[in-house]
């Protein structure tokens, strides 16, 4: 009997906490500043900013000049909580970043006007940790950061084919050594002595040449 009673008790708080759970995930912001105005559960603490407001739980939702939402952020114990999602004035989605008790955690999405995913990156209780991909808009990927923890890290780019054309090795965060693969085949190796301390974009394509 008391077996029965503890298994009852125990299927009780699954349901609840499911449903408290769902509760929660299927709050979204209106899509429009005027859906806002018109749902009295939404509150206007600022020009174009509204809130919504139940216990711990909370969603801000901040809307664009021309009206349509620009972004909503939700929070649980005035920790954020859940996925902060950015809009372009176009309506459509600008970037997604998971958080855990106001950290980020999960992998943060940025994209393209277009809607076409620009760039992915993991993140663990706050701290950028696994594969960086960038990419281009076509959806092909453009590079990837692989961060191997303690300042170590893989910088590898591609060309719009999917051809490796660099790969860069880095120390404490200081770039040590390079190759690059040129399109007649040649390679040309890049030494310590030749990579800046901040590397980018327009210096490793100028390196490579």
């Not at 125990?10 to 769902?22: A, G």
């Not at 961060?147 to 120390?171: H, P, R």
Request: charged fraction near 25%.
């Amino acid at each position: 009997m008391k077996t029965f009673i503890v298994i009852i008790i125990m299927c009780l708080f699954s349901w609840l906490f499911v449903n408290v759970s769902n509760a929660f995930a299927q709050v979204a912001c209106p899509k429009t500043l005027e859906e806002a105005k018109k749902d009295k559960v939404y509150r206007e603490i600022y020009r174009h900013i509204y809130h919504f407001d139940q216990k711990e739980y909370s969603l801000e939702c901040i809307y664009w000049e021309n009206g349509k939402l620009a972004g909503e952020t939700p929070s649980v114990n005035d920790k954020v909580e859940g996925t902060i999602k950015r809009y372009y004035e176009n309506g459509q989605i600008e970037s997604e970043i998971p958080y855990i008790a106001g950290k980020k955690d999960g992998i943060r999405k940025i994209y393209y006007d277009t809607g076409e995913i620009f760039l992915e990156d993991p993140y663990v209780s706050g701290k950028f940790y696994g594969v960086r991909k960038h990419y281009y808009e076509s959806g092909k990927i453009q590079s990837e950061d692989n961060n191997l923890g303690n300042g170590q890290m893989l910088w590898t780019k591609y060309d719009e084919q999917g051809k490796v054309v660099s790969v860069v090795a880095f120390v404490n965060y200081v770039p040590i050594a390079g190759i690059c693969y040129k399109t007649n085949g040649i390679t040309k190796v890049l030494t310590a002595d030749k990579l800046p301390t901040y590397l980018f974009d327009k210096e490793l394509i100028k390196l490579c040449e």
